[in-house]
Structure formats: structure tokens, C-alpha cells
């Protein structure tokens, strides 16, 4: 069954660094969002990317995050200068149009010490 | 007010208990609705779609009502693996985002 990948599963980083977060969505999805689950709390909207551009993003998809898609099959989410509250568990997504159901991938969890 | 809303629980039940959750959603226009499953640290996944004739798939029926902006889940016959966060989601377009409730969490006790 196709499915989502994320890597990594679990990245520890300093306060300031830069975080990249890294998507395979399932291949003949069009539609790819990110979502981000700060533990004990709701999953939330961050971005969506459709046709190598951002289609929508939220409040907290600030100009520290970004997203690419640089090789027609990875679709990354940069953080520039991670902080602390940036500590979540950061799922990627991609939607199958005909049945509107967004499979997920396993997440990213990123610990921001 | 929240744009979905739930009783975050936990709901701890027997075993072979029914159990229902609720959620209420505030924006009118949205489109289409969900329930999604969440195991502890895991990725949400799919458990039903929500029509507005109501449906059922095998021991689930999800029901929404959209003058009252409301979406309920009935879990018949509970299993000691039906024991998860239940997301409640809604979305305002086919390939818009999915905006997400707290979740209700069930715990099914032998």
C-alpha cells in the first residue's frame, strides 16, 4: 500500500539552528500539506503546497518555515532559526482528490533544546 | 469560540460498551466532515467519513447534523483496540486543510 514517508523520525537540535524536514508523498498525489502536533495539544495546520507553490498557510507558518519542493518527489519544510516552542511532532501529508481522505505520514518529531 | 470542538474526555469504558462522542463545529460553510483515530504518538488515520444521510462501517456510525453544526460517533460492542484518541475533523473544501478538534480520548478496560 502506498504511504507517506517522513525523515527523520526524531531530530534533536540547538535553540538557532536550521531544522529540514523531509516528505515523500505518495506519487500521484497533487496536494501536500504540513502539520505540526505540539505534544498534549490538537494538530495544527502549517502550509499547503500545490503545483510548486503555497496554496495556503496559517499564522504560525511564519517567515521562519518554508517549504520546496526541489525534485519533483521530496517536499521539505525548512525551520531557519528553530526556537523553543518550534518542539512538536511535525506530520507531513497528501491528498487523494477523488475521496478528499489526507494519509499521513509517521512524523517528524523535533526536540528544540 | 473553537472552530471544532470535543470533550476531550477520557472516556474509560468496559469492554463490549458503547460509547458516543460529539463535536461541534462553528464555520457553516464547511464542506466536509471526518472522524480520524489517533494512537498515543502515532500519525492520524482515517476511520470514517461523515455523510450527512449518516453512515455506518461495521461497529462505527457517524451522524452529522448541519443546522445544529454538529457531528456525533457511536462506537458499538468496544474492543480493548479501539482504545485511541478520536479526532473530530472538518474541512471548508475538497482540497482545503483540515482543521482538527482537540480529541476525545476512549480507554476500553477488560
Redesign the interface.
Known sequence: EPEVTQTPSHQVTQMGQEVILRCVPISNHL?F?W?RQILG?????LV?F?NNEI??K?EIFDDQFSVERPDGSNFTLKIRSTKLEDSA?Y?CAS?L?E????F????SRLTVL | RKEVEQDPGPFNVPEGATVAFNCTYSNSASQSFFWYRQDCRKEPKLLMSVYSSGNEDGRFTAQLNRASQYISLLIRDSKLSDSATYLCVVKLSNTGKLIFGQGTTLQVKP
Open positions: 496536494y500539506y502539520y495539544q490538537k494538530v495544527e495546520f499547503s500545490y496554496s495556503e496559517s511532532m506530520f491528498l482528490v475521496s478528499g481522505e489526507l499521513f505520514g509517521e512524523g
